[in-house]
């Protein structure tokens, strides 16, 4: 196993090198970079995505070092879109405060050598470093993460295996209506109408609309922080969950069946013991290998596409609300850094994976196979 986990481990080296390169050449082509995000707040014509809550600052102060020095001369020529009458050596600082006076492969080979010794620099529009801004939206999303794959698997295993034993009766039929038309439901949308109804949209005001604390949470005590924390993640939690359950009940309940139905169940049958006994002494280990072992991935997933437009639309300050921002004001910086720890973070939970497979069934050997 040890030598399994090393081949892994080294495996991730050029799996996040290719990531980070296809990434880097695909951003670099795409129109609309830094400097024409600066031109274009010079001119008036910017359009920036900022954070509804507070204390973001995204936007607010857009290369200041170069701002001052605007002095538009008629006539000039550029290869940056829109930048026609900008004074030429403002471009040239503005190229060489971004480091883009120097060669694709130059700032590439720049980039990896930092991340190497995890200095993902400082970001382009904000007076932090990319780091310190990670760390900072890093427990807003781990928090929806861990709280909707944890709330998804308590509900979907239990109706999964009811679902299993109950097969082709009323209830298998009506709940399979209900966690279908949940899953068809897309989670903004269902957000969406949370607020409506339960957030001062229209009916009730039961909870509040953004963030996760109140703003006097420092001077509560413990266990009214606990309640007001609970208080503020019930519709986003609500939100993200609810079309969660329809991958994971099915699994559940197919894996349960396809157990159910081999020999070894019917031998066990026969031998008189308990349906209790066989379900959970027999099936049970068997069938949840693929369910227990997919949590890491189910975490990795939540984090990569269900936080988004949730932490927008309930203004979380997370770090899918910081991606979003960073790619519609082409913050590389932040973009590159946020891209590596996503990576790097899913590799990891990947090898994790595995790690449960054999944790849940020992039979299962690694060490034979090849990576």
């Not at 001052?68 to 930048?83: I, P």
């Amino acid at each position: 196993m040890l030598a399994y986990i090393l081949r892994r481990l080294l495996l991730m080296i050029p799996t996040l090198f290719g990531i980070m390169v296809l990434n880097f050449l695909i951003v670099q082509a795409a129109p609309g970079g830094p400097i024409e995000q600066i031109v274009a707040k010079l001119q008036g014509n910017a359009v920036e995505a900022t954070a509804r809550v507070s204390g973001s600052s995204s936007g607010d102060s857009l290369a200041p070092q170069a701002l001052h020095e605007n002095n538009a001369s008629g006539g000039t020529a550029s290869r940056y879109r829109g930048a026609q009458g900008v004074d030429p050596e403002l471009i040239k600082e503005l190229e060489h405060q971004f480091g883009f006076d120097q060669p694709l492969h130059v700032r590439f080979f720049k980039m990896i050598g930092d991340y190497l010794t995890f200095d993902f620099g400082k970001s382009y529009f904000r007076d932090e470093r990319v780091v310190e801004l990670v760390i900072s939206k890093m427990p807003v999303s781990i928090s929806l993460g861990l709280w909707t794959t944890f709330i998804v698997y308590l509900v979907s295993i239990p109706l999964g295996i009811r679902k299993a034993v109950k097969d082709g009766s009323p209830f298998d039929m009506w709940s399979s209506a209900a966690i279908i038309a949940g899953y068809a439901i897309p989670s903004f949308l269902f957000a969406v109408l949370l607020i409506v109804v339960f957030a001062g949209g229209r009916y009730f005001e039961w909870f509040p609309l953004r963030g996760l604390t109140s703003d006097t949470w420092v001077d509560m005590a413990w266990p009214e922080r606990i309640v007001d924390y609970l208080w503020h993640i019930a519709l986003p939690i609500t939100a993200m969950v609810i079309g969660g359950f329809a991958s994971l009940t099915m699994l559940t309940k197919n894996s349960f069946l396809d157990e159910i139905n081999k020999q070894y169940v019917l031998t066990a049958r026969a031998k008189g013991l308990s349906e209790n006994r066989v379900l959970y002494g027999h099936v049970f280990r068997n069938a949840m290998l693929l369910v227990i072992a997919g949590f890491p991935s189910a975490f990795i997933g939540v984090l990569f596409t269900g936080a988004l437009l949730i932490e927008v639309i309930f203004s979380l300050d997370g770090m899918g609300l910081l991606g979003f921002e960073a790619a519609i004001n082409r913050d590389y910086p932040v973009m590159f850094g946020t891209l590596y720890f996503f990576t790097l973070l899913g590799l990891v939970m990947n090898l994790i994976g595995d790690l449960i497979y054999v944790t849940v069934d020992p039979r299962i050997d690694f060490e034979s196979r090849e990576v």
